[in-house]
């Protein structure tokens, strides 16, 4: 058995297949402490999923990270769609605007909308490349991406299945485990 992306609690022991999380976590409060240069600031995290260990883990090596001038807001979003983009509004329209927005996984066109409206706009970082994030990117929107490189993820545990099972030779024998990459605009094209 070899859980993907994110570990489940409670079955026998397995192999883990997937990124630290924790570290992903870490790595975005770093880019948002030297982004926000010790100067604090109100920082909005949308929570993706609290079921999913992968994203306690990010919340937990975020928060653990970010600077201590820094005062962060965790939003839930549940993966419910418009909910990303009806919070960022809400607080705007309170007069509340994030110096940075780190989001743990839900799909970034949900406050691209209302970011590419703000001036002085907010350090924003999301999780997994896609297409959509590519964009964002490109456009400036969207600062950094940290993916998680599932395809990786697949392969690794498919060599991990197979060696298990005595294959030692298959074309997924020497995949290297998988690791968190970090994409901005300037990295896009190179990859």
Known sequence: MVCISTMISGLPAHAFSGIDNVAAGRTAASLVNFGLRANGGHVLVLQANSTMQSHRDRIEGFVGHLDKLATVEIFLTNETPGASREHFAAMLAEGRKP????????PGDEIASIMETLHDKPIWIGHERNEVHDELMRQGVLDFVIDQDP?????????????????????????????????CAANLDTV
Do not use: C, M
Not at 99 to 106: F, L, N, P, R, S
Not at 154 to 170: C, T
């Open 151 to 183: 395809l990786r993820q697949a392969k690794w545990a498919l060599g991990d299945v197979l060696a298990r099972l005595g294959i030692e030779k298959s074309a997924f024998s020497n995949v290297r485990r998988p690791e968190l990459h970090l994409f």
């Open 99 to 106: 110096a940075a927005v780190y989001e743990t996984g839900d």
